[in-house]
Protein backbone atom coordinates (compact mmCIF):
# COMPACT_ATOMS: atom_id res chain seq x y z
CA UNK A 1 0.00 0.00 0.00
CA UNK A 2 1.14 3.56 -0.96
CA UNK A 3 2.77 5.57 2.47
CA UNK A 4 2.44 8.72 0.85
CA UNK A 5 -0.01 10.58 -1.74
CA UNK A 6 -0.23 10.50 -5.29
CA UNK A 7 0.82 14.15 -4.94
CA UNK A 8 3.68 13.61 -2.90
CA UNK A 9 5.27 11.14 -5.31
CA UNK A 10 4.30 13.63 -8.31
CA UNK A 11 2.59 10.36 -9.69
CA UNK A 12 1.28 11.14 -13.24
CA UNK A 13 -2.45 10.73 -11.60
CA UNK A 14 -2.33 13.26 -9.42
CA UNK A 15 -3.16 15.69 -12.11
CA UNK A 16 -7.00 16.49 -13.02
CA UNK A 17 -5.91 16.45 -16.45
CA UNK A 18 -4.38 13.00 -16.66
CA UNK A 19 -7.13 11.66 -14.90
CA UNK A 20 -9.39 12.99 -16.90
CA UNK A 21 -8.13 11.84 -19.88
CA UNK A 22 -7.96 7.85 -18.98
CA UNK A 23 -11.89 8.70 -18.35
CA UNK A 24 -12.88 10.24 -21.97
CA UNK A 25 -10.27 7.63 -23.69
CA UNK A 26 -9.53 4.52 -24.24
CA UNK A 27 -13.00 2.40 -23.75
CA UNK A 28 -14.70 5.52 -24.24
CA UNK A 29 -13.64 6.24 -27.15
CA UNK A 30 -16.39 7.16 -30.32
CA UNK A 31 -17.25 3.55 -31.29
CA UNK A 32 -16.82 1.97 -27.44
CA UNK A 33 -18.56 2.23 -24.70
CA UNK A 34 -21.30 5.14 -24.24
CA UNK A 35 -20.48 8.40 -23.02
CA UNK A 36 -22.13 9.07 -19.49
CA UNK A 37 -23.34 12.46 -21.44
CA UNK A 38 -24.67 10.48 -24.10
CA UNK A 39 -26.61 7.61 -21.47
CA UNK A 40 -28.15 10.33 -20.05
CA UNK A 41 -29.30 11.72 -23.43
CA UNK A 42 -30.71 8.67 -24.23
CA UNK A 43 -33.06 8.45 -20.92
CA UNK A 44 -34.25 12.33 -20.08
CA UNK A 45 -33.28 13.71 -23.37
CA UNK A 46 -31.60 16.55 -21.40
CA UNK A 47 -28.59 17.18 -19.67
CA UNK A 48 -28.21 16.77 -15.90
CA UNK A 49 -30.01 19.78 -13.69
CA UNK A 50 -29.91 20.56 -9.85
CA UNK A 51 -33.03 20.28 -9.02
CA UNK A 52 -32.68 21.98 -5.48
CA UNK A 53 -30.21 22.84 -2.85
CA UNK A 54 -30.98 20.64 0.36
CA UNK A 55 -27.44 19.34 1.31
CA UNK A 56 -24.06 21.83 1.17
CA UNK A 57 -20.94 19.39 1.66
CA UNK A 58 -17.68 21.38 2.92
CA UNK A 59 -14.36 19.61 2.40
CA UNK A 60 -12.39 21.15 5.15
CA UNK A 61 -8.92 20.33 3.65
CA UNK A 62 -7.41 16.90 2.30
CA UNK A 63 -4.84 16.63 5.29
CA UNK A 64 -5.32 13.12 7.21
CA UNK A 65 -4.17 10.87 9.88
CA UNK A 66 -4.42 8.11 7.10
CA UNK A 67 -3.45 6.76 3.54
CA UNK A 68 -6.38 4.73 2.33
CA UNK A 69 -5.74 3.10 -0.95
CA UNK A 70 -8.91 3.53 -2.74
CA UNK A 71 -9.07 7.43 -1.34
CA UNK A 72 -10.66 9.54 -4.30
CA UNK A 73 -9.46 12.58 -2.40
CA UNK A 74 -5.95 11.49 -2.18
CA UNK A 75 -5.57 12.90 1.50
CA UNK A 76 -2.73 12.16 3.54
CA UNK A 77 -0.33 13.65 6.79
CA UNK A 78 1.09 15.44 3.78
CA UNK A 79 -2.01 17.48 2.71
CA UNK A 80 -1.72 20.93 3.55
CA UNK A 81 -5.00 22.43 1.35
CA UNK A 82 -6.95 23.67 4.73
CA UNK A 83 -10.29 25.83 4.14
CA UNK A 84 -9.75 29.22 5.32
CA UNK A 85 -11.34 31.15 8.03
CA UNK A 86 -12.93 33.43 5.88
CA UNK A 87 -14.56 30.70 3.94
CA UNK A 88 -16.14 28.92 6.29
CA UNK A 89 -17.38 32.07 7.83
CA UNK A 90 -18.62 32.57 3.96
CA UNK A 91 -20.28 29.01 4.43
CA UNK A 92 -21.92 29.66 7.85
CA UNK A 93 -23.81 33.48 6.26
CA UNK A 94 -24.49 30.67 3.42
CA UNK A 95 -26.25 28.18 5.80
CA UNK A 96 -28.24 30.81 7.13
CA UNK A 97 -29.45 32.79 3.74
CA UNK A 98 -30.47 29.61 2.91
CA UNK A 99 -32.84 26.29 3.65
CA UNK A 100 -30.37 23.53 3.54
CA UNK A 101 -31.32 21.03 5.40
CA UNK A 102 -28.09 19.03 5.59
CA UNK A 103 -24.63 19.98 6.36
CA UNK A 104 -21.97 17.70 5.42
CA UNK A 105 -18.46 18.02 6.77
CA UNK A 106 -15.32 15.91 5.13
CA UNK A 107 -12.18 16.08 4.02
CA UNK A 108 -9.17 14.15 4.66
CA UNK A 109 -10.17 14.15 8.28
CA UNK A 110 -12.33 17.42 8.73
CA UNK A 111 -11.34 16.82 12.40
CA UNK A 112 -7.88 18.23 12.25
CA UNK A 113 -8.83 21.28 10.45
CA UNK A 114 -7.60 23.92 13.48
CA UNK A 115 -10.91 25.86 13.41
CA UNK A 116 -12.82 22.22 13.32
CA UNK A 117 -14.38 22.36 17.22
CA UNK A 118 -15.49 26.40 16.48
CA UNK A 119 -16.96 25.89 13.26
CA UNK A 120 -19.31 23.38 14.62
CA UNK A 121 -20.41 24.67 17.45
CA UNK A 122 -21.76 27.52 15.47
CA UNK A 123 -22.94 25.61 12.57
CA UNK A 124 -24.61 24.00 15.23
CA UNK A 125 -26.64 26.40 16.25
CA UNK A 126 -28.30 27.02 12.96
CA UNK A 127 -30.97 24.72 13.23
CA UNK A 128 -29.72 22.27 10.32
CA UNK A 129 -31.83 18.96 10.12
CA UNK A 130 -28.58 16.56 10.15
CA UNK A 131 -25.01 18.05 10.91
CA UNK A 132 -22.97 15.23 9.57
CA UNK A 133 -19.23 14.47 10.08
CA UNK A 134 -17.29 11.81 8.37
CA UNK A 135 -15.37 10.89 10.44
CA UNK A 136 -12.62 7.98 9.60
CA UNK A 137 -13.01 6.47 13.36
CA UNK A 138 -9.23 6.48 13.66
CA UNK A 139 -8.68 10.31 14.01
CA UNK A 140 -10.21 9.68 17.90
CA UNK A 141 -7.23 8.01 19.03
CA UNK A 142 -4.92 9.42 16.96
CA UNK A 143 -3.97 12.51 19.55
CA UNK A 144 -5.23 13.13 23.19
CA UNK A 145 -6.59 16.73 21.52
CA UNK A 146 -9.26 14.17 20.12
CA UNK A 147 -10.09 12.09 22.57
CA UNK A 148 -13.22 14.42 23.78
CA UNK A 149 -15.02 14.23 20.75
CA UNK A 150 -17.35 11.49 20.74
CA UNK A 151 -18.35 13.71 24.25
CA UNK A 152 -18.43 17.06 21.61
CA UNK A 153 -20.12 15.21 19.03
CA UNK A 154 -23.04 14.41 21.63
CA UNK A 155 -23.16 17.71 22.50
CA UNK A 156 -24.16 19.29 19.43
CA UNK A 157 -26.11 16.36 18.01
CA UNK A 158 -23.72 15.73 15.41
CA UNK A 159 -24.11 12.80 12.96
CA UNK A 160 -21.44 10.46 12.66
CA UNK A 161 -20.61 8.65 8.90
CA UNK A 162 -17.66 6.42 9.35
CA UNK A 163 -15.50 4.44 6.86
CA UNK A 164 -15.45 0.56 7.80
CA UNK A 165 -14.89 -1.80 4.40
CA UNK A 166 -15.37 -4.87 6.36
CA UNK A 167 -16.03 -6.05 9.81
CA UNK A 168 -12.62 -8.17 9.71
CA UNK A 169 -9.43 -7.21 10.33
CA UNK A 170 -7.47 -8.15 7.11
CA UNK A 171 -9.38 -6.11 4.72
CA UNK A 172 -10.20 -3.41 6.54
CA UNK A 173 -6.28 -2.79 7.13
CA UNK A 174 -5.37 -4.01 3.40
CA UNK A 175 -7.25 -0.88 2.34
CA UNK A 176 -6.91 1.69 4.71
CA UNK A 177 -3.53 1.10 6.59
CA UNK A 178 -2.08 -1.70 9.44
CA UNK A 179 -3.95 -1.25 12.78
CA UNK A 180 -6.36 0.50 11.22
CA UNK A 181 -9.32 -1.47 12.00
CA UNK A 182 -8.81 -2.29 15.91
CA UNK A 183 -8.28 1.56 16.45
CA UNK A 184 -11.35 1.92 14.27
CA UNK A 185 -13.10 -0.73 16.72
CA UNK A 186 -12.50 1.25 19.48
CA UNK A 187 -12.72 4.47 17.96
CA UNK A 188 -16.66 2.48 17.71
CA UNK A 189 -16.59 1.35 21.22
CA UNK A 190 -15.82 5.14 22.39
CA UNK A 191 -18.93 6.59 20.72
CA UNK A 192 -21.23 3.62 21.71
CA UNK A 193 -20.43 4.54 25.26
CA UNK A 194 -22.04 8.05 24.71
CA UNK A 195 -24.44 6.35 23.10
CA UNK A 196 -24.12 7.08 19.70
CA UNK A 197 -26.04 3.87 17.71
CA UNK A 198 -27.43 2.21 20.68
CA UNK A 199 -31.23 2.49 20.78
CA UNK A 200 -33.37 5.34 21.75
CA UNK A 201 -30.72 8.12 21.95
CA UNK A 202 -30.92 9.96 18.41
CA UNK A 203 -27.26 10.05 18.19
CA UNK A 204 -26.67 8.97 14.69
CA UNK A 205 -23.98 6.63 13.86
CA UNK A 206 -23.83 5.33 10.35
CA UNK A 207 -21.19 2.82 8.79
CA UNK A 208 -19.50 2.75 5.18
CA UNK A 209 -18.87 0.08 3.37
CA UNK A 210 -17.14 0.31 0.24
CA UNK A 211 -15.64 -2.95 -1.97
CA UNK A 212 -12.20 -4.05 -1.02
CA UNK A 213 -11.46 -3.80 -4.40
CA UNK A 214 -12.63 -4.23 -8.14
CA UNK A 215 -16.18 -4.82 -7.99
CA UNK A 216 -19.49 -2.79 -7.21
CA UNK A 217 -21.11 -3.56 -3.87
CA UNK A 218 -23.91 -6.09 -3.05
CA UNK A 219 -27.01 -5.41 -1.32
CA UNK A 220 -27.08 -2.71 0.93
CA UNK A 221 -29.42 -4.21 3.68
CA UNK A 222 -27.91 -7.50 3.13
CA UNK A 223 -24.37 -6.02 3.92
CA UNK A 224 -25.74 -4.05 6.67
CA UNK A 225 -27.02 -7.19 8.44
CA UNK A 226 -23.88 -8.97 8.10
CA UNK A 227 -22.08 -5.80 9.57
CA UNK A 228 -25.08 -5.45 12.54
CA UNK A 229 -24.24 -9.14 13.37
CA UNK A 230 -20.99 -9.58 13.03
CA UNK A 231 -19.64 -6.39 15.20
CA UNK A 232 -22.50 -7.38 17.60
CA UNK A 233 -21.15 -10.83 18.17
CA UNK A 234 -17.51 -9.98 17.95
CA UNK A 235 -17.26 -6.43 19.69
CA UNK A 236 -20.24 -5.75 20.89
CA UNK A 237 -20.70 -2.53 18.42
CA UNK A 238 -24.10 -1.01 17.85
CA UNK A 239 -24.95 1.32 14.79
CA UNK A 240 -27.67 2.77 12.70
CA UNK A 241 -27.66 2.27 9.02
CA UNK A 242 -24.64 1.03 6.97
CA UNK A 243 -24.05 3.25 3.32
CA UNK A 244 -22.55 1.10 0.63
CA UNK A 245 -20.64 3.52 -1.70
CA UNK A 246 -19.27 2.40 -5.12
CA UNK A 247 -15.85 3.07 -5.54
CA UNK A 248 -15.30 6.08 -8.12
CA UNK A 249 -12.59 5.46 -10.66
CA UNK A 250 -10.60 8.58 -9.55
CA UNK A 251 -7.25 9.33 -7.93
CA UNK A 252 -6.05 6.62 -6.07
CA UNK A 253 -8.79 3.86 -7.01
CA UNK A 254 -8.56 4.91 -10.98
CA UNK A 255 -4.58 4.19 -9.81
CA UNK A 256 -5.49 0.90 -8.95
CA UNK A 257 -7.65 0.10 -10.92
CA UNK A 258 -5.09 0.74 -13.90
CA UNK A 259 -1.95 -0.54 -12.23
CA UNK A 260 -4.32 -4.39 -11.59
CA UNK A 261 -5.30 -3.93 -15.26
CA UNK A 262 -8.72 -4.12 -13.95
CA UNK A 263 -9.96 -0.66 -15.38
CA UNK A 264 -11.56 -1.79 -18.57
CA UNK A 265 -13.63 -4.11 -17.26
CA UNK A 266 -14.61 -2.37 -13.91
CA UNK A 267 -15.95 0.49 -16.39
CA UNK A 268 -18.12 -2.00 -18.00
CA UNK A 269 -19.63 -3.18 -15.06
CA UNK A 270 -20.17 0.30 -14.26
CA UNK A 271 -22.14 0.98 -18.25
CA UNK A 272 -23.84 -2.61 -18.13
CA UNK A 273 -25.24 -1.71 -14.86
CA UNK A 274 -26.10 1.67 -15.57
CA UNK A 275 -30.02 1.97 -13.40
CA UNK A 276 -32.02 4.62 -15.08
CA UNK A 277 -33.91 4.67 -11.34
CA UNK A 278 -30.88 5.92 -9.66
CA UNK A 279 -29.95 8.20 -12.49
CA UNK A 280 -33.14 9.99 -11.15
CA UNK A 281 -31.91 10.12 -7.78
CA UNK A 282 -28.63 11.30 -8.51
CA UNK A 283 -27.16 13.33 -5.57
CA UNK A 284 -25.52 15.89 -7.51
CA UNK A 285 -29.64 16.93 -8.23
CA UNK A 286 -29.85 18.31 -4.62
CA UNK A 287 -25.92 18.76 -3.46
CA UNK A 288 -23.44 21.45 -3.46
CA UNK A 289 -19.70 20.56 -2.85
CA UNK A 290 -16.95 23.01 -1.63
CA UNK A 291 -13.76 23.02 -1.80
CA UNK A 292 -10.86 23.72 0.72
CA UNK A 293 -10.26 27.41 -1.13
CA UNK A 294 -13.93 27.99 -1.95
CA UNK A 295 -14.83 26.73 -5.59
CA UNK A 296 -18.20 25.07 -6.31
CA UNK A 297 -18.93 21.81 -7.41
CA UNK A 298 -21.30 19.50 -7.99
CA UNK A 299 -20.40 16.73 -6.14
CA UNK A 300 -17.50 15.54 -4.07
CA UNK A 301 -16.20 13.82 -6.85
CA UNK A 302 -15.91 16.58 -9.45
CA UNK A 303 -14.29 18.30 -6.93
CA UNK A 304 -11.45 15.93 -6.96
CA UNK A 305 -11.58 16.12 -10.88
CA UNK A 306 -11.74 20.04 -10.91
CA UNK A 307 -14.94 20.18 -13.10
CA UNK A 308 -16.30 23.25 -11.24
CA UNK A 309 -19.89 23.92 -11.30
CA UNK A 310 -20.69 25.33 -14.93
CA UNK A 311 -21.63 28.62 -13.96
CA UNK A 312 -20.20 31.92 -13.79
CA UNK A 313 -20.88 32.04 -10.31
CA UNK A 314 -18.23 29.68 -9.40
CA UNK A 315 -17.04 30.59 -5.91
CA UNK A 316 -18.76 30.51 -2.62
CA UNK A 317 -18.21 34.33 -2.43
CA UNK A 318 -20.28 34.85 -5.70
CA UNK A 319 -23.08 32.51 -3.84
CA UNK A 320 -26.45 32.64 -5.34
CA UNK A 321 -29.07 29.67 -4.52
CA UNK A 322 -31.18 30.68 -7.33
CA UNK A 323 -28.86 31.40 -9.96
CA UNK A 324 -26.77 27.94 -9.38
CA UNK A 325 -30.14 26.32 -9.92
CA UNK A 326 -29.33 27.36 -13.69
CA UNK A 327 -26.73 25.24 -14.69
CA UNK A 328 -26.08 21.69 -16.21
CA UNK A 329 -23.97 19.44 -13.84
CA UNK A 330 -20.55 18.53 -14.85
CA UNK A 331 -20.37 15.03 -15.99
CA UNK A 332 -17.86 12.30 -16.81
CA UNK A 333 -17.87 8.81 -16.92
CA UNK A 334 -16.61 8.77 -13.12
CA UNK A 335 -20.46 9.18 -12.82
CA UNK A 336 -21.27 5.92 -13.66
CA UNK A 337 -20.16 5.23 -10.00
CA UNK A 338 -23.68 6.80 -8.72
CA UNK A 339 -26.17 4.98 -11.58
CA UNK A 340 -24.84 1.44 -11.25
CA UNK A 341 -27.27 -1.17 -10.14
CA UNK A 342 -28.64 0.23 -6.65
CA UNK A 343 -26.93 3.77 -7.16
CA UNK A 344 -24.49 5.06 -4.86
CA UNK A 345 -24.36 8.71 -2.76
CA UNK A 346 -22.42 10.06 0.38
CA UNK A 347 -25.82 8.58 1.82
CA UNK A 348 -25.44 5.04 0.66
CA UNK A 349 -27.79 3.48 -2.07
CA UNK A 350 -30.60 5.53 -3.31
CA UNK A 351 -32.85 2.71 -5.20
CA UNK B 1 -7.47 -17.92 -37.05
CA UNK B 2 -9.28 -19.80 -34.47
CA UNK B 3 -11.61 -19.00 -31.32
CA UNK B 4 -10.49 -20.54 -27.81
CA UNK B 5 -13.37 -22.90 -26.09
CA UNK B 6 -13.89 -20.51 -23.70
CA UNK B 7 -13.48 -16.70 -23.94
CA UNK B 8 -14.66 -14.59 -20.66
CA UNK B 9 -16.72 -12.39 -23.02
CA UNK B 10 -18.85 -14.82 -23.41
CA UNK B 11 -20.50 -14.56 -20.22
CA UNK B 12 -22.06 -11.79 -21.20
CA UNK B 13 -23.64 -12.76 -24.08
CA UNK B 14 -25.68 -15.84 -21.91
CA UNK B 15 -28.66 -13.66 -22.29
CA UNK B 16 -28.68 -13.85 -26.25
CA UNK B 17 -29.45 -17.37 -25.70
CA UNK B 18 -33.03 -16.51 -25.60
CA UNK B 19 -32.81 -14.47 -28.75
CA UNK B 20 -32.93 -18.74 -31.07
CA UNK B 21 -35.31 -19.85 -28.43
CA UNK B 22 -37.45 -17.23 -26.49
CA UNK B 23 -40.22 -19.43 -24.80
CA UNK B 24 -37.56 -21.82 -23.06
CA UNK B 25 -34.79 -18.85 -22.42
CA UNK B 26 -36.87 -16.19 -21.06
CA UNK B 27 -38.28 -19.35 -18.49
CA UNK B 28 -34.90 -20.52 -17.54
CA UNK B 29 -33.94 -16.74 -16.50
CA UNK B 30 -37.08 -16.60 -14.67
CA UNK B 31 -36.29 -19.99 -12.92
CA UNK B 32 -32.67 -19.01 -12.90
CA UNK B 33 -33.43 -15.44 -10.92
CA UNK B 34 -36.54 -17.52 -8.39
CA UNK B 35 -33.57 -20.39 -7.34
CA UNK B 36 -31.54 -17.49 -5.88
CA UNK B 37 -34.03 -15.63 -4.17
CA UNK B 38 -33.75 -15.64 -0.60
CA UNK B 39 -35.84 -18.89 0.79
CA UNK B 40 -35.31 -21.24 3.54
CA UNK B 41 -31.74 -20.55 2.43
CA UNK B 42 -30.06 -17.30 2.24
CA UNK B 43 -29.44 -15.87 -1.33
CA UNK B 44 -25.67 -15.87 0.62
CA UNK B 45 -25.62 -19.93 1.36
CA UNK B 46 -26.94 -20.22 -2.66
CA UNK B 47 -23.98 -18.36 -3.92
CA UNK B 48 -21.57 -20.46 -2.10
CA UNK B 49 -23.37 -23.59 -2.78
CA UNK B 50 -23.32 -22.36 -6.47
CA UNK B 51 -19.51 -21.74 -6.13
CA UNK B 52 -18.85 -24.82 -5.08
CA UNK B 53 -21.30 -26.34 -8.06
CA UNK B 54 -19.24 -24.44 -10.69
CA UNK B 55 -16.00 -26.43 -9.79
CA UNK B 56 -17.38 -29.76 -9.58
CA UNK B 57 -19.08 -28.77 -12.95
CA UNK B 58 -15.78 -27.16 -14.12
CA UNK B 59 -17.70 -23.86 -15.54
CA UNK B 60 -15.43 -20.64 -15.82
CA UNK B 61 -17.81 -18.64 -16.54
CA UNK B 62 -19.92 -19.54 -13.07
CA UNK B 63 -16.47 -19.91 -11.26
CA UNK B 64 -15.64 -16.47 -12.64
CA UNK B 65 -19.68 -15.00 -11.71
CA UNK B 66 -19.86 -16.51 -8.42
CA UNK B 67 -16.51 -15.50 -7.31
CA UNK B 68 -17.45 -11.78 -8.19
CA UNK B 69 -20.80 -12.90 -6.34
CA UNK B 70 -19.02 -14.02 -3.50
CA UNK B 71 -16.74 -10.59 -3.19
CA UNK B 72 -20.27 -8.36 -3.98
CA UNK B 73 -21.73 -10.29 -0.57
CA UNK B 74 -19.00 -10.41 1.47
CA UNK B 75 -17.88 -13.79 1.42
CA UNK B 76 -14.84 -14.19 2.95
CA UNK B 77 -11.50 -16.23 0.86
CA UNK B 78 -11.41 -19.14 3.29
CA UNK B 79 -15.45 -19.41 3.05
CA UNK B 80 -15.30 -19.29 -0.42
CA UNK B 81 -12.16 -22.07 -0.38
CA UNK B 82 -14.44 -23.92 2.22
CA UNK B 83 -17.09 -24.52 -0.06
CA UNK B 84 -14.61 -25.67 -3.06
CA UNK B 85 -13.25 -28.34 -1.23
CA UNK B 86 -16.40 -29.34 -0.03
CA UNK B 87 -16.80 -29.59 -4.31
CA UNK B 88 -13.32 -31.53 -4.40
CA UNK B 89 -14.36 -33.90 -1.38
CA UNK B 90 -17.89 -34.92 -3.24
CA UNK B 91 -16.21 -35.14 -6.31
CA UNK B 92 -13.22 -37.12 -5.25
CA UNK B 93 -15.72 -39.39 -2.66
CA UNK B 94 -18.17 -40.05 -5.95
CA UNK B 95 -14.46 -41.47 -7.78
CA UNK B 96 -13.37 -43.29 -4.01
CA UNK B 97 -17.11 -44.82 -3.26
CA UNK B 98 -16.69 -46.82 -6.45
CA UNK B 99 -14.06 -48.76 -5.35
CA UNK B 100 -16.59 -50.67 -3.47
CA UNK B 101 -17.90 -51.69 -6.68
CA UNK B 102 -14.39 -52.59 -8.06
CA UNK B 103 -14.04 -54.40 -4.58
CA UNK B 104 -17.11 -56.52 -4.74
CA UNK B 105 -15.97 -57.58 -8.42
CA UNK B 106 -13.21 -58.13 -7.38
CA UNK B 107 -13.70 -60.76 -4.15
CA UNK B 108 -16.42 -62.29 -6.06
CA UNK B 109 -14.49 -63.40 -9.43
CA UNK B 110 -11.25 -64.34 -6.85
CA UNK B 111 -10.69 -67.69 -5.47
Known amino acids: M ?79 E ?32 PYFLEFVTQ ?10 VRSNLTILLANKKYADLPEFFKTHNVHIVSSLPFYKKEKTDRQRGSGVFLKSIEALKRLNAVGYGKPNTNLKLDLVYNPSGAFLPGNQKSLELEFKKALKTDFDIDFNQLFTITNMPISRYLDFLIASENYDEYMESLVEAFNPAALDKVMCTNTLSVRWDGYLYDCD ?8 VNHLLQHIDD ?18 GCTAGSGSSCQGSVV | MSRPYYQSQDLKKFKNITDWSPELGTKFFEYYNSVFQEGALS ?17 PYCIDAYTQDGLQRGIERNEMMEAVHVAA ?21 SM
Open chain 1, 2 to 80: PIKSLQSRSHLLSSTQAQLQWLENGIFKPGGLPSFAAKVNDYQNTPLRPRTLEILQLNLGYMCNQVCTHCHVDAGPDRK
Open chain 1, 82 to 113: MMSEATLEKALDLIRKTSIKTLDLTGGAPEMH
Open chain 1, 123 to 132: AAQLGIQDLI
Open chain 1, 301 to 308: FNQMLDLK
Open chain 1, 319 to 336: FSAVDLLNREICVSQHCY
Open chain 2, 43 to 59: SREKSLIALAVAHSVQC
Open chain 2, 89 to 109: AIRGGASLVHGVQMMEVYDKR
